[in-house]
T-cell receptor
């Protein structure tokens, strides 16, 4: 089965940095995705990691350690529009491209 | 990124009726489409995977006779909620991916359909 854990909620101040952790235990591994989802909207793709290390994309960075079953999403220079739910999703070892999602972390950015 | 649309965006229906939701890939051919359901304050739960021209694969606990999925072409998949009941009220989201081209290695999500069953 798939088990993906991430914190439920986080609060940070505008301009600050927040790190959202995700740990996973899955049958097979073929990539980890981070998505942003605003209330009532569909998820939008943020990042993809399949090899160990840090992927940087503007204000957002994502890190993966496959041996530890661990990833984090780093949000820098927080803006009010970054208030959203952030979903960690893992693709298993099959070739069917299925994703298993964590419950999501709601980030609230305060002025 | 690649564009996926869903129609309708919002639907309200009476208990016992059937509702069809369409998912279209607008600028690429989607070999695989996924249907998710999301209840308030919860994450996405995969309902089924559909490949063009073949029967959908349903996740454990999802009734295939209640949630009919058709993937008749490389750009269109439909989900029909049959005999809908209030507990089926949810946010239904589709995603599409491809073995090549613009949607390779990713799932692109549609905007979602909010279903309310009275």
């Amino acid at each position: 089965g798939q088990n993906i854990d991430q914190p439920t909620e986080m609060t940070a101040t505008e301009g600050a940095i927040v790190q959202i952790n995700c740990t996973y235990q899955t049958s097979g591994f073929n990539g980890l995705f981070w998505y942003q989802q605003h209330a009532g909207e569909a998820p939008t793709f943020l990042s993809y990691n399949v090899l160990d290390g840090l992927e940087e994309k503007g204000r957002f960075s994502s890190f993966l350690s496959r041996s530890k079953g661990y990833s984090y999403l780093l949000l820098k220079e927080l803006q009010m529009k970054d208030s959203a739910s952030y979903l960690c999703a893992v693709r298993g070892g099959s070739n069917d491209y299925k994703l298993s999602f964590g419950a999501g972390t709601t980030v609230t950015v305060r002025a | 990124g690649a564009v996926v649309s869903q129609h309708p965006s919002r639907v309200i229906c009476k208990s016992g009726t059937s509702v069809k939701i369409e998912c279209r890939s607008l600028d690429f051919q989607a070999t695989t489409m996924f249907w998710y359901r999301q209840f308030p304050k919860q994450s996405l739960m995969l309902m089924a995977t559909s490949n063009e021209g073949s029967k959908a694969t349903y996740e454990q606990g999802v009734e295939k006779d209640k949630f009919l999925i058709n993937h008749a072409s490389l750009t269109l998949s439909t989900l029909t909620v049959t005999s809908a009941h209030p507990e089926d009220s949810s946010f239904y989201i589709c995603s599409a991916s491809s073995l090549a081209g613009r949607a390779y290695n990713e799932q692109f999500f549609g905007p979602g359909t909010r279903l309310t069953v009275l």
